[in-house]
């Protein structure tokens, strides 16, 4: 699967942050796969997401 993803700055500090007050979903109407990879690319280290990504 071939994508062209730019992070807007500061999301990790933004992630981080949000991550303390509330519990935090990825949601997309995309296929699985593509949802999967964006978790890849947002959380690497699994901090904020786990299994919270809803396709």
């Given at each position: ?12 500090t933004f992630l ?40």
């Amino acid at each position: 699967m071939q994508r062209m993803n730019k992070l807007r700055p500061f999301v990790r500090t933004f992630l981080k942050e949000a991550s303390e007050v509330f519990e935090m979903y990825i949601y997309t109407m995309g296929i699985r796969q593509y949802s999967l990879e964006m978790a890849k690319l947002l959380d690497p280290q699994v901090e904020y997401f786990k299994d919270k990504v809803i396709y």
